[in-house]
């Protein structure tokens, strides 16, 4: 087997480039100011929906579907639970 004198050179050694000690701290992106704005326009489901989500009204329900099953008097509606996985397939 011969070796071409002419190939790939060889990897040069890596050279460290000095840097600052680190402090901690993170450099602050520039600020810029400008004429544009973000803008979010959220739509009325959306806006129930945060409603209904809130902490203490999640709670509640959550709360009082606990105590409906423990009772046993939570009554799951068939036809309800069909049609909204099938709006959830739809998706």
């Known amino acids: 087997m011969n070796i071409d004198p002419t ?8 050279q460290a480039t000095p840097s ?3 402090t901690g701290e993170q450099p ?9 704005h973000d803008r979010i326009d959220l739509s009325t489901q959306a806006r129930q929906l945060a409603a209904i989500e809130s902490p203490d009204e999640r709670a509640a329900r959550v709360e009082a579907l606990r105590a409906a099953v423990q009772d046993g008097t ?18």
């Open 74 to 91: 939570y009554q799951v509606d068939a036809d309800e639970l069909a049609s909204r996985i099938a709006e959830q397939g739809d998706a």
């Open 20 to 22: 600052r000690p680190w």
């Open 7 to 14: 190939g790939p050179a060889p990897l040069r050694p890596v």
């Open 28 to 36: 602050a992106a520039p600020v810029t100011r400008g004429g544009q």
